[in-house]
């Protein structure tokens, strides 16, 4: 059983930044794939980024794609989601989610999943 821990999460004005990380527990890290998936107030929840399980492969939605990336450090169980240049549509609450395939983007594709945390963007 995996357990997933997110933090980093805030409020934080557009044109911004913030790094969410996600720490794993509980289970062999460098086995699983990890993402991060976020859900805006009224919205179903969405893939944002992917990571394999070496960190060779990443994999991103458009909208964040020159603005995001992800990183994971397999030594210390952690996986990470810089985000650059935030905007107003970017404010939902963050999830870390880990899977044993690569390259999935759909929610059904993830076995374990975090508890979340919030990131707000004013305009």
């Known amino acids: 059983q995996v357990q997933l821990l997110e933090s980093g999460g805030g409020l934080v004005q557009a044109g911004g930044s913030l790094r969410l990380s996600c720490a794993a527990s509980g289970g062999t890290f460098s086995n699983y794939a990890m993402a991060w998936f976020r859900q805006a107030p009224g919205e179903e929840r969405e893939f944002v980024a992917g990571i394999s399980q070496r960190g060779i492969h990443t994999y991103f939605t458009d909208s964040v794609k020159d603005r995001f990336t992800i990183s994971r450090d397999n030594a210390e169980n952690l996986v990470y989601l810089p985000m650059n240049r935030l905007k107003p549509d970017d404010t939902a609450v963050y999830y870390c989610?880990?899977?044993?395939?690569?390259?999935?983007?759909?929610?059904?594709?993830?076995?374990?999943w975090g508890q979340g945390t919030p990131v707000t963007v004013s305009s």
């Open positions: 989610a880990a899977g044993m395939l690569a390259r999935r983007r759909r929610m059904p594709d993830y076995d374990y």
